[in-house]
């Protein structure tokens, strides 16, 4: 599956796709309540998503998916990220992964075009679902801090 092959160069390389996307979350606008989170803290989540891509876009249910992203919702509510900053997070996210790959030459005949499609509908359902999740767990975390 030209897929699979596509997320484990993506696990392969994630220490360094992680650094280069936590510079562009420092260096964007939209992402600068980011500065709000411990660094520590970004980059292990980063580097979570990134070295588990396999795992969260093959294996993780759908629950697995909704429980982590309410959770980081949460947090980043708590920690007065707006959600316009994390909204931009995510879209950044799929971006980068896009030009990494593209960068990396992988994506050349019909063979690897079938295999981007099916990472791309396989990533845009989890950064959607993910981007979904977060947004219910950021919501509930400002209800209850108005209550």
Same mark, same amino acid.
């Given at each position: #599956?030209?897929?699979?092959?596509?997320?484990?160069?993506?696990?392969?390389?994630?220490?360094?796709?992680?650094?280069?996307?936590?510079?562009?979350?420092? @260096?964007?606008?939209?992402?600068?309540?980011? !500065?709000?989170?411990? !660094?520590?803290?970004?980059?292990? +989540?980063?580097?979570?998503?990134?070295? @588990?891509?396999?795992?969260?876009?093959?294996?993780?249910?759908?629950?697995?998916?909704?429980?982590?992203?309410?959770?980081?919702? %949460? +947090?980043? %509510?708590?920690?007065?990220?707006?959600?316009?900053?994390?909204?931009?997070?995510?879209?950044?996210?799929?971006?980068?992964?896009?030009?990494?790959?593209? +960068?990396?030459?992988?994506? +050349?005949?019909?063979?690897?075009?079938?295999?981007? #499609?099916?990472?791309?509908?396989? #990533?845009?359902?989890?950064?959607?679902? !993910?981007?979904?999740?977060?947004?219910?767990?950021?919501?509930?975390?400002?209800? !209850?801090?108005?209550?």
């Amino acid at each position: #599956m030209i897929a699979l092959r596509l997320v484990r160069l993506i696990e392969d390389h994630s220490d360094e796709l992680a650094e280069g996307l936590l510079k562009k979350f420092q @260096n964007s606008p939209r992402t600068k309540d980011f !500065a709000k989170v411990p !660094a520590h803290e970004l980059r292990e +989540r980063v580097y979570e998503i990134l070295h @588990n891509l396999g795992d969260w876009l093959l294996y993780k249910k759908e629950g697995d998916v909704e429980r982590r992203y309410r959770e980081l919702g %949460a +947090r980043r %509510a708590a920690q007065d990220v707006s959600v316009s900053d994390y909204c931009w997070a995510i879209v950044l996210t799929k971006e980068h992964l896009w030009d990494f790959l593209e +960068r990396q030459g992988m994506l +050349r005949g019909p063979l690897e075009i079938y295999g981007e #499609m099916e990472l791309l509908r396989l #990533m845009d359902q989890f950064f959607d679902r !993910a981007l979904c999740y977060a947004t219910e767990g950021y919501e509930k975390t400002r209800v !209850a801090d108005t209550v």
